[in-house]
C-alpha cells in the first residue's frame, strides 16, 4: 500500500520567535497597537512618581537637616508642595496607564479568541481530528487566558519595573556617576542571572503542573468509578494510587516554592551589598567635595527600586514566557491552513432536487498511513437508496465523509450532480447535502434552539410540521416543556434515541438533496428504535440517500447494497441478489441472522 | 471546627476560625515559618535604624568633619550587609513555609476527602453531582488554604508594624504620629479594593467557565457544525460570552488601574509630611536628623509589605466557604456494613432473590416484590423497557445498594452477612458505561490482583479484545489514559469485561455491557461466554435478541416487578408486551 499526504496537523507556532509572536500578534489584534505610544509615555510619567519620595529627602537633608546651615522653610514648603502635585499628578497619569493597558488589551485578546475560535471551525476535519478537542479548547480559552492574567499582573509590574530602573539611573547619573556604578555592581549579576533562574522556574512548574493533572485524574476516580471501585472491592489500591498522585504533586509543588523564595531572596541581599558600598563609597567622594550628604542618603531610596523588580524579575519573566507561549499557540491555530478552500462566489451552485453520485477512482489515506480507501468507482442514481456495509474499519464512514467534504480525496474525484465537490460553493454544498452523524449532537440549549440548527429561524409550526411527517409529533407533545425542553450539556437531559430524534428533525428542516447517514450501532430502547425507523423512511423519501449500515433491515431496504472490505469495493447489489450469492455479503448476513435468531 | 458549621457569624471571625485549625495542624512549620516572617520584618526596620545610624554617625558627621574612623565605616558595612543576609534567611524561611505548610493542608484534606469518597455508600453518591464531588476534592481544598500563603508574611509584617511603631516613638512622638496614620489607611485601601475587586474576579472566572464549555461542545460537534454550515452562528454564540469576558475584565483592570496608585500615593505622602514638620522639629531642637531619616524609609519600606495583611483578609470568604465544603463531606456518615461470612463453594453460584423491595425515594419503589432463584450454571435475562428497574436490580446483586425489604442471598448466605471484600471474589460485573482506571491495559484488567500475563491475554481474548490491545503501542503495558479517552466506547466494554472475566467470577452481571460493541463482535462475545470452559451463573440485561437468547430464561420486568418468566420462546409466544419490546426489528422488516 502506497502512504499518502504529508501530515496535517494543528501548528504550536513553536518556531515564531518572541519578538514575530508580538509582531504577529499586533496585526491579528490591533487594538494592541491603539494609542500604544501613549500609554508607554503616560508609563514614563508614573515611574516618575518613584523617584519623587528621594529627592525630596536629598533636598530634604542638603536645604533644612545638614548641619550647620538654618533651614529655609520657605523652599521647603515650596518643595514639598511640588513633591505632592507631582505625586498626585504620576497617579493619575498611571491610573490612565494601567486602564487603557487593560482596555486595550482586553479588546484585543477578545478578538484573538473569536478569529481563533473561528479558524478552528475552518479547519479541515482531518486537521481537527489529529488534536485532543481538549487541547483545540485550551487555545481559545486557557492560552489567550494566560495572556490576559500576565498583562493584568506581570505586564504592569515589567512595564513600570524597566522604567522605574531607567528612571533610578538617570537619578543616579546626575548624583554621581560612580555610586550609580557601585549600584549596578552590585545588582548586574543577579540581572544577569534572571535568565537561569527563570528557566529553572519554570522548569520546577511545568513539573507541578503536570503532577496536578495526574492529581486531579486520580482524585477523579473515587467519584467517577464509584460503582466499579465497590464492585471489585479495590477501595484500597485506589486510595494507594491517590495518595501517591496527591504526595507526587506535594512535593513538586513545595520544590518549585522553595526554589521560588531563594531566587525573592537575592534581591534584599543585593540591596544590603549596595547599600553599603553606596555609603561607604559616598562618604569617601565626600571628601572630595563630589556629592553632599543629602546625596549619597537619596541613593539608599534609589536602591529600593531595584530590589522589587529582582525579587519579582523571576516571577515575571515566567510569566512573560508562558504568555508568549501561549500566544504562539494561538497565532499556531491561525496560521494552520483551512485546506478545503471554499471556492465561495466562483463555485457552483448546484440545481435541486435528488442529487446524481458519483465516485470516481477515488483513494483516501490519513497523512502517514496506508490509504484506506482505494480505486473507489461508485455512481449512485439520483433518487436511490444505497446502504454500504462492511466490517469496523472497513472504510465505510470515510465514504461518507468523503461525500459530506469533511475530506477531500487523495486522489480521483466526488462529483455531485456531474460537479467535483471542491468546486461547488460551499455555501451550496451544506444546502444540499446533510450529514446525520451515529451521535445526534446537541448544544446546551433548549429543543427548539437545536432542531433550528437544521433550518435558521424555523418556526414552531414549522417544526411541528416537520415532526408530523416524520411520525414522531406524539414524542414531542409528551415532553412536559414541549420545545422549551432544555437538552442538558451535550444533550445529557435526553436519551441517545431522542437524541437521535432530534438530528432526524434537524435533517428534515434541512431539506436536503442528499442525505448522507451514519446508522447509530448502540442499542436504544426498541420502542424508540421502531419509531426512529419510521420516521427515517419518511426522511430519506423523495432524496438520494446513502447510509453507512450497522443494520441488517437497513441493507435489506436499500436499493442497492455497497460491500466495503479493506478499503476497496468488493460486492454490489441489491440485497435479494447478494444474499443468496456466495461472497461477504452473505457471510455478514449470516453473521447478523445468527444475532437475530432466538 | 464546630464554631463554622451551622450557625451564622462573620466572615472575619471564622477566616480566623481556620487559620486557628490550620496553625493547630502544622504548628511547627507555622512557627519556624513565623520566625523567619518576624526575622525578615524585624530586618527591613533594622535596615532603616542602619540608614538612620549611618546617616548620623557616618555620613553627617563625615561630611562635616572631613574626616572618618575606618571603624566607623566597617560597622556601616557590616551592618548592611549582615542585616541583608539575616533577612535573606528570613524570606527563605517565612517562604518555603508558607507553601510547606499550605500544600502539607491541602494534601491531609485531599486524602481525607477521597478516603470519604470510597467509604460513603453508593446511595450518597447518588445524592451528590459529580461535579460538586470533584470540586470539594480540589477547588474547594485549594480555596480553603488559600490564606496560609500570605499568613506567614502578614504575622511577620504586624511584628513588623509593632516594632517599627516603637521605633518610630522612640524617635519622635510627633513623628510617629503622622508615621501611624499610614499603616490603617494602607491597609483598609487594599481591603477596600479586594472587596471592590472580587465578585468581578468570581464572573470573570464562571465566564471562563461558560466559554470553555462552548467550545467544548462546538468543537466536539465541529462535524455537525461543519456539514450543517454552522460556523457562522457557532462564532457568534462564542464571540457573545467571550465580548462579556472582555468587559468584565476592563473593569476589573479599571479598578485595579484606580487603587494602585493610592495605595502607593499614601505612603509617599506619608513621607512628605515627615518631612516637612521634620524639618520644623530639627529646627526646633527636638529631634535629630537621622531621626527624620529613619522614620521616613520606615514609611517607604512598610508600607508594601502591610498590603500583606490586606491579601491575607481578602482570602478569608473565599476559604471559609472552601473550608464549609470541605468539612461537610468529611462529616458526612454512613457506610455499608459487612458482616463475617464466607463464601467456600466453588463453581458457579446460586443466586436467590427473595421478597426484594427497593426505593430511591421513600414510597414511590423502583422494585417491588422481586422474588426468583437462579440455579449453579443456570443464565437470566433481564429484560424491560427503560426505567423498569434492570440496573437497580444489578446494583442490588452485587451490593452497591441494600434492599429496603427482602434479601438477597448467593449460595444461600444474605450479602449482608458476608465479610468485606468477599462478595468482589465470587461476583462480577460489567456495567453499561465501562470505567477505566488511569492505568495500563494490565492494571485495568487486573485492578492489581497477582494474575499471570496468560491469563489476563485470555480474559482478553474472550472479550475480543486481544486484537487491539497486541496493536497498541506497548501492549498489556500501554497507558490508557484519564478514564480509557484514547479507545472507543466499544473498546472500552471490551476491557472492562475481560477485566470481568480475569476473575473467573462464580455469578456474572452484564448490564448491557456490549451495547457499544459492533453486533458481529458482540455474538462473538456471546458465543464465546456460551461455550467457554469457565461456566458460571449469569445475570444479563439485554435489548438484542442474540444476547437474550443467551440466557436459560428471561425475566420480564415492567414498573419495577416482575411481570412475567420463563424462556424466551414461551415469553414471545404469550406475551403481547414482551414480543413488542423484544420484536422491535422484526416489526419493522414487515412495515418496511
Known amino acids: 500500500m502506497s502512504t499518502a499526504a504529508p501530515e496535517r496537523t494543528v501548528g504550536t507556532g513553536a518556531e515564531i520567535a518572541a519578538m514575530a509572536t508580538i509582531r504577529r500578534g499586533m496585526v491579528i489584534s490591533p487594538e494592541l497597537r491603539d494609542g500604544l505610544g501613549g500609554t508607554l509615555l503616560l508609563a514614563l510619567i508614573a515611574t516618575v512618581g518613584q523617584v519623587v519620595v528621594p529627592i525630596t529627602v536629598q533636598k530634604t537633608i542638603d536645604h533644612g537637616l545638614a548641619p550647620g546651615q538654618h533651614a529655609d522653610v520657605g523652599y521647603m514648603l515650596r518643595m514639598g508642595l511640588v513633591a505632592a502635585v507631582a505625586i498626585l499628578a504620576t497617579g493619575v497619569a498611571s491610573y490612565a496607564m494601567t486602564s487603557r493597558l487593560f482596555t486595550q488589551a482586553e479588546k484585543g485578546l477578545a478578538t484573538l479568541r473569536i478569529k481563533a475560535f473561528r479558524h478552528v471551525h475552518d479547519l479541515p476535519l482531518l486537521t481537527q481530528n489529529t488534536e485532543r478537542r481538549g487541547a483545540l479548547v485550551s487555545r481559545v480559552t486557557s492560552d489567550v487566558d494566560q495572556v490576559s492574567q500576565f498583562l493584568v499582573f506581570g505586564g504592569v509590574f515589567a512595564i513600570v519595573s524597566v522604567g522605574q530602573i531607567i528612571v533610578a539611573t538617570v537619578i543616579m547619573l546626575f548624583y554621581s556617576w560612580q555610586l550609580c556604578l557601585v549600584v549596578w555592581i552590585c545588582f548586574l549579576p543577579l540581572f544577569l542571572s534572571l535568565k537561569w533562574f527563570q528557566q529553572r522556574l519554570s522548569d520546577a512548574y511545568g513539573v507541578v503542573r503536570a503532577q496536578v493533572g495526574v492529581m486531579l485524574g486520580a482524585i477523579a476516580e473515587p467519584v467517577v468509578g464509584a460503582a466499579v471501585i465497590r464492585a471489585y472491592a479495590v477501595q484500597a489500591r485506589t486510595q494507594a494510587r491517590i495518595d501517591e498522585a496527591i504526595l507526587a504533586n506535594q512535593t513538586a509543588a513545595t520544590k518549585a516554592q522553595g526554589f521560588t523564595a531563594f531566587s525573592f531572596s537575592l534581591g534584599g541581599l543585593s540591596g544590603g551589598l549596595a547599600n553599603a558600598g553606596v555609603l561607604v563609597i559616598g562618604i569617601w567622594l565626600g571628601f572630595a567635595g563630589q556629592i553632599s550628604a543629602g546625596e549619597v542618603i537619596a541613593f539608599a531610596f534609589l536602591v529600593t527600586l531595584f530590589v522589587g523588580p529582582v525579587q519579582m524579575g523571576t516571577q515575571v519573566l515566567t510569566d512573560a514566557q508562558n504568555a508568549l507561549a501561549g500566544w504562539r499557540r494561538v497565532i499556531g491555530v491561525l496560521d494552520t491552513p483551512a485546506e478545503l478552500v471554499d471556492p465561495g462566489a466562483d463555485g457552483e451552485v448546484l440545481p435541486r432536487g435528488p442529487i446524481d453520485v458519483e465516485f470516481r477512482d477515488v483513494s483516501f489515506g490519513y497523512p502517514g498511513g496506508p490509504l484506506v480507501l482505494q480505486d473507489i468507482d461508485l455512481h449512485v442514481a439520483s433518487g436511490t437508496r444505497v446502504a454500504v456495509v462492511g466490517e469496523t474499519g472497513s472504510g465505510k464512514s470515510t465514504l461518507a465523509k468523503l461525500l459530506t467534504r469533511l475530506m477531500d480525496p487523495t486522489s480521483g474525484e466526488v462529483l455531485l450532480d456531474g460537479v467535483d465537490v471542491r468546486r461547488i460553493a460551499n455555501a451550496s454544498l451544506r444546502r444540499s447535502v446533510v450529514l446525520v452523524p451515529q451521535e445526534g449532537f446537541l448544544i446546551d440549549d433548549t429543543l427548539r434552539a437545536n432542531v433550528q440548527w437544521g433550518r435558521d429561524g424555523a418556526t414552531d409550526e414549522e417544526i411541528a410540521a416537520s415532526a408530523r411527517e416524520l411520525g414522531i409529533s406524539d414524542w414531542l407533545d409528551a415532553l412536559p416543556h414541549g420545545l422549551d425542553t432544555r437538552v442538558g450539556q451535550r444533550g445529557e437531559s435526553m436519551s441517545a434515541g431522542e437524541r437521535q430524534l432530534v438530528a432526524l428533525l434537524r435533517a428534515h428542516l434541512a431539506d436536503p438533496d442528499l442525505l448522507v447517514l451514519d446508522e447509530a450501532t448502540s442499542a436504544v430502547d426498541p420502542q424508540l428504535e421502531m419509531r426512529m425507523a419510521r420516521a427515517l423512511e419518511q426522511l430519506m423519501s423523495g432524496r438520494t440517500s446513502v447510509t453507512i449500515a450497522h443494520r441488517l433491515t437497513t441493507a435489506e431496504n436499500a436499493d442497492e447494497v455497497v460491500v466495503v472490505d479493506h478499503g476497496r469495493i468488493v460486492q454490489r447489489g441489491p440485497h435479494a441478489v447478494l444474499v443468496d450469492r456466495p461472497g461477504p455479503y452473505a457471510g455478514l448476513h449470516a453473521s447478523w441472522v445468527a444475532q437475530q435468531a432466538h | ?592
Not at chain 2, 496608585?261 to 512628605?272: D, F, K, N, R, T
Not at chain 2, 458460571?536 to 420480564?556: G, Q
Open chain 2, 1 to 592: 471546627m464546630t464554631q463554622l458549621s451551622g450557625r451564622p457569624t462573620s466572615t472575619l471571625g471564622d477566616g480566623f476560625a481556620v487559620l486557628g485549625v490550620a496553625i493547630r495542624r502544622e504548628p511547627w512549620i507555622f512557627t519556624v515559618a513565623t520566625i523567619g516572617s518576624a526575622l525578615f520584618g524585624a530586618l527591613t526596620v533594622a535596615d532603616a535604624w542602619v540608614l538612620g545610624w549611618s546617616t548620623e554617625h557616618a555620613v553627617i558627621p563625615a561630611f562635616r568633619d572631613g574626616e572618618i574612623r575606618p571603624s566607623i565605616l566597617w560597622a556601616v558595612v557590616g551592618l548592611f550587609v549582615g542585616v541583608a543576609i539575616l533577612r535573606a534567611v528570613g524570606i527563605v524561611a517565612r517562604r518555603l513555609g508558607a507553601g510547606l505548610m499550605q500544600y502539607r493542608l491541602q494534601a491531609r484534606d485531599r486524602r481525607a476527602v477521597t478516603r470519604q469518597y470510597l467509604r460513603l455508600p453508593m446511595e450518597w453518591h447518588q445524592q451528590h453531582p459529580t461535579g460538586e464531588l470533584l470540586s470539594n476534592a480540589n477547588a474547594d481544598v485549594e480555596a480553603a488554604w488559600s490564606p496560609i500563603a500570605p499568613l506567614p508574611m502578614a504575622v511577620g509584617t504586624v511584628v513588623m508594624m509593632l516594632i517599627s511603631i516603637g521605633q518610630m516613638f522612640a524617635a519622635d512622638v510627633v513623628l510617629a504620629l503622622i508615621g501611624l496614620l499610614v499603616f490603617p489607611l494602607v491597609i483598609g485601601t487594599t481591603v477596600l479594593y479586594q472587596n471592590a475587586s472580587s465578585p468581578l474576579m468570581t464572573r470573570a472566572q464562571s465566564l471562563r467557565g461558560r466559554l470553555s464549555a462552548i467550545a467544548h461542545e462546538s468543537f466536539e460537534g465541529a462535524q455537525v457544525v461543519k456539514t450543517l454550515g454552522r460556523e457562522g452562528d457557532e462564532t457568534d454564540r462564542f464571540a457573545a460570552v467571550a465580548h462579556e469576558l472582555r468587559d468584565v475584565n476592563v473593569r476589573a483592570g479599571r479598578i485595579r488601574a484606580a487603587f494602585d496608585p493610592v495605595i502607593a500615593a499614601v505612603p509617599s505622602l506619608g513621607v512628605l509630611v515627615v518631612l516637612a514638620v521634620g524639618v520644623w522639629r530639627v529646627e526646633s531642637g527636638h529631634t535629630a536628623p537621622g531621626d527624620v531619616v529613619t522614620i521616613s524609609y520606615l514609611l517607604t519600606i512598610v508600607a508594601m509589605p502591610i498590603r500583606s495583611i490586606g491579601w491575607l483578609l481578602g482570602e478569608f470568604p473565599r476559604s471559609v466557604v472552601g473550608f464549609r465544603r470541605v468539612s461537610r463531606v468529611l462529616a458526612a456518615t454512613g457506610e455499608m456494613q459487612y458482616g463475617g461470612a464466607h463464601l467456600d463453594a466453588r463453581g458457579p453460584a446460586t443466586l436467590q432473590v427473595d421478597r426484594l423491595t427497593y426505593a430511591y425515594d421513600a414510597g414511590t419503589p423502583v422494585l417491588a416484590d422481586i422474588d426468583f432463584a437462579l440455579a449453579p450454571g443456570r443464565s437470566v435475562a433481564l429484560v424491560g423497557a427503560t426505567a423498569s428497574g434492570k440496573s437497580t436490580l444489578t446494583n442490588l446483586i452485587t451490593r452497591l445498594v441494600d434492599p429496603d425489604e427482602g434479601a438477597i442471598r448467593v449460595d444461600g448466605v444474605d450479602l449482608r452477612e458476608l465479610s468485606a471484600g468477599e462478595l468482589a471474589r465470587s461476583v462480577a460485573v460489567v456495567p453499561q458505561t465501562a470505567f477505566l482506571f488511569d492505568d495500563t491495559v494490565r492494571g485495568n484488567v487486573t485492578l492489581g490482583a497477582d494474575i499471570p500475563d496468560a491469563d489476563v491475554w485470555a480474559a482478553l481474548r474472550t472479550a475480543q479484545a486481544d486484537g487491539f490491545v497486541a496493536a497498541l503501542p506497548h501492549g498489556l503495558d500501554a497507558r490508557l489514559g484519564e478514564r480509557g479517552t484514547s479507545l472507543s466506547g466499544g473498546q472500552r466494554q471490551r476491557i472492562a469485561l475481560a477485566r470481568a472475566l480475569v476473575r473467573q467470577p462464580r455469578l456474572l452481571v452484564l448490564d448491557d455491557a456490549t451495547s457499544a460493541v459492533d453486533p458481529e463482535v458482540e455474538a462473538r462475545i456471546l458465543g464465546a461466554l456460551r461455550d467457554g470452559a469457565e461456566a458460571a451463573t449469569l445475570v444479563v440485561v439485554a435489548y438484542r435478541k442474540a444476547t437474550i437468547a443467551l440466557a436459560d430464561e428471561v425475566l420480564h420486568l415492567a414498573d419495577g416487578r416482575i411481570a412475567d418468566r420463563g424462556p424466551h420462546t414461551d415469553l414471545l409466544a404469550r406475551s403481547a408486551a414482551y414480543a413488542d419490546l423484544v420484536n422491535a426489528y422484526e416489526t419493522l422488516e414487515e412495515d418496511a
